[in-house]
């Protein structure tokens, strides 16, 4: 039996619809018919044998079978545009700056930095972690070529381009019985830091008693009090892993989303590139 080989074109039709919700606003992204896409998508269907919408009178939705397919055609299309770039596009060299904070620089740039290294073998990316105050002066400084800094949602982004949007909840250890405590111990990063400032806001409002415990720059000694069971702490629920947990219910109020935005000096080639990767990253996610 011959196997269907899957068309990058199909693809990146199936993509615009799973991200979008309808025909209608994906066939403006890819630029066809709503009806040409419905035809694309059928014949997916067909040849999968899978159902992969869930179509309802204003909007489609992902079966289980059509998410599963969703990360294959983000990768195929990633894979795809990755072999055309390494015979297209012309040799980049030289070195690039990118500032980060310490839980982005964990979760997102290890892939991000893979990838653009084999797209460009010879460039030297310098990572620096710091908070986004620091990262900002080093890029004003002349010392970084962009940054990813964070962004609270009350203050909107000043600088730079939205790259993610993620909440902010409460996290503590499986079994925890900090949140019950009162004044609410919590760990915080030091002063000046948008998640903190969003955290003691909310408290503020609902009107609980809380102490800063804790305080840390880094994710890694927030964890470390959250696992001694010594405090809670803000947290993006895409960093919230065994033994810790969300912690939910009882008095604790919502913080709200943050988000990541990349400010960059200027534009030239080089930057452009790793500007991509990162952007590119940041759209996995969603």
Sequence with gaps: MKIPLLDNDVLRSFVAIAESGTFTSAARVVHRTPSALSMQIKQLERNLGKTLFIREPRRVTLTAEGEVLLD?????LRLNEEAVQHFISPTLEGKVGIGTSDDVGTRILPEVLAEFARSYPAVLVDVVVGSSKQNLARLDAGELDMT????????GI?????????????????GSSAYQRSPLPIAMAHEGCAWRRMTLRALDRAGISYRIAYT????????AAMLADLAVAPFPQSLIHPPLKEVVGGSLPDIGSYQLALV????NPLNDAL??????AFQGLS
């Excluded at 294959?72 to 195929?76: C, E, K, N």
């Excluded at 500007?275 to 590119?280: G, I, L, P, R």
Aim: hydrophobic share 30%; glycine share 10%; net charge negative.
């Design 72 to 76: 294959y055609s983000r990768r195929l």
């Design 148 to 155: 990813l800094v964070t962004v609270a949602d009350e203050a």
């Design 158 to 174: 000043g600088r730079g381009e939205l790259v993610h949007e993620e909440p902010l909840v409460w996290a503590g250890r499986e």
């Design 216 to 223: 840390c720059e880094h994710c890694s000694g927030q964890e």
């Design 264 to 267: 960059r000096r200027g534009s």
């Design 275 to 280: 500007a991509s990767h990162v952007k590119e």
